[in-house]
């Protein structure tokens, strides 16, 4: 079998999913994760799949000519896992809204080493106020050389100068 990782953006209707997986399926092809979601009435998605490596032209064909339908996918092979040599920690963000936190926040971890794996973020009314707060979950990989004490002081210090809470928690 052969990995492939598809990233997949069209206007979002009912059907769409299922038009994704039908192809897939139809080249022999597994579904095996993925990560979808609706955002400003647009689609997208982040899927793994593994296709028999007898289809795998067929069906990165089949998935391109998706795009005559608005559905436009990305096909790349599928890597390997590095060695594991990082710690998993959970960072959790929440603060007013500003232009300019994933930039200060990411940049400060890429400085250290620190590899994103996943983020989700978004901008919810405050419950009382109903001022626009930013929510940010991220799940790190950070190198073992890397002290978890020196990591928090300096996310505890840009936290300070961006005025929001940072809770940083090992991943279990």
């Known amino acids: 079998m052969d990995h492939l990782v598809l990233t ?8 769409l999913v299922e038009r994704i997986a039908q192809c897939i399926g139809a080249h022999g092809g597994n579904w095996l994760e993925s990560r979808m979601s609706r955002m400003a009435g647009q ?17 990165v064909d089949a998935l391109e000519a998706l795009q005559s339908e608005g559905i436009r996918v990305l096909v790349v092979a599928g890597g390997s896992a590095p060695p594991s040599t990082w710690r998993s920690l959970r960072l959790e963000l929440v603060g007013n809204d500003r232009p300019g936190i994933v930039r200060d926040i990411t940049r400060l971890l890429s400085s250290h080493g620190v590899n994103l794996e996943s983020l ?20 790190l990989a950070v190198p073992q ?20 809470e940072l809770k940083l928690q090992a991943e279990e």
């Open 8 to 15: 997949v953006i069209a206007q979002d209707q009912p059907g």
């Open 43 to 59: 689609f997208a998605g982040i899927l793994r799949v593994d296709v028999p490596l007898g289809s795998h032209s067929a069906l």
């Open 120 to 139: 989700q973020t978004e901008v919810v009314p405050a419950p009382m106020s109903g001022e626009l707060l930013f929510q940010a979950q991220a799940l």
């Open 145 to 164: 050389s890397l002290s978890l004490e020196q990591l928090q002081a300096h996310l505890e210090t840009l936290a300070d100068d961006l005025m929001v």
